[in-house]
């Protein structure tokens, strides 16, 4: 199996910013398989954003710690904990 | 870090629904076109205009497949095509997700006589728009265009505000390319109406009903443009019953829940009052 992550094909977002009322930054992701909505905010968003493209974990993880300023060993958790979910939730798939 | 469904501003969900319905389409080969509201966006209407559900255009032959499935998949029908308006074209559908939208099997104005053909024109210069970062089937820009001055013949002339926008903003070469697709459409009356020209096509085929949704008419003169175009007895009759029987669907939502037999007698008979006071 790839160790490529990318996000599910039947998923949709919307960006807060085209969104009277909402917060900069946040963004609205949709599972279309299950009629749920969720709001991702914050590192979370930002993770979002680095998934345009099939990505690793550890990719994704250097990428995260490049647009925080951050080491590597710093966010590594929270990232992959983040992405787990992600997975579990099926929004991310392995290409 | 992340959260369920609470507190979603209703344009994002407006905009993820349009995602959804074209995932829907496309995974069974349903053939829909996302029309007005947000996917025409700022191409089509004022800049800050905002929208309050979907709406969908639909293959005349697969819009039954379409809401059977949308049915299995928690929608809920709020009005019936039958009840839904004067031109019994859609169908307002609720989803506790997504929240509301109406499925077209025709579009009023457009090509009366053969919706199979209209839907087919308007298909075949369709573009692929993104929306919500999902690529979605709507009609070309000057299609786009045509059909929200089409649809603001059904408005009184005080309400058209997007037709006038149009006016405003268009070059002159592209407010004749829309006149010219309102021929090739035969929406010629519905865009008229929508100019306020109306009266240059009196006497055709659907004017009064044109003028009896676009002016304020007595209800009888409704009433019998309907009936005018309906053809064969058991369809006038049917229609009848439409306009005098209670619209459940409408009594409905405006109650909040299910009427109850009662309900409906009681609105019933409140015409017959209401008719008595106007002729006391």
Redesign the interface.
Known sequence: MSNLLQRAN?T???F?E?????PDGTI?V?D?RT??????????AVIWCLLDDAITKEKLIELVAETFGEEPSTIRAETLN?VD?LISQNLLERS | MSEVQQDIPLKARILLSHAYFQNIATKNKIDVLHIKGYVFGADTYRPGRLSSDVDLLVRPAHVDRLVNILLEDGWSILTHFETGSIFEHASTIYHPTWGLADIHRYFPGLGYEDPVWAFEELWSRRRHKEIANFFCDTPSIIDARLLVIVHNGRSKANNRADTQYLKDTLTSEEWKSIEQRSRELRAELAFDTALGNIEKHKGEPYYLLWKAISEDVPPFVEWWARLERTPGLTAKLDLLKKIFFVNTDHLAMELGHSPSQSEIRERFISRFRFKRTNLS
Do not use: K, P, R, V
């Not at chain 1, 085209?18 to 909402?22: H, K, L, P, V």
């Not at chain 1, 009629?35 to 979370?44: L, P, R, V, Y």
């Open positions: 039947e949709a977002f919307a807060g085209d969104i009277e009322n909402s609205y949709a279309l009629s749920e909505i969720f709001c991702f905010s914050g590192s979370a983040f979910g």
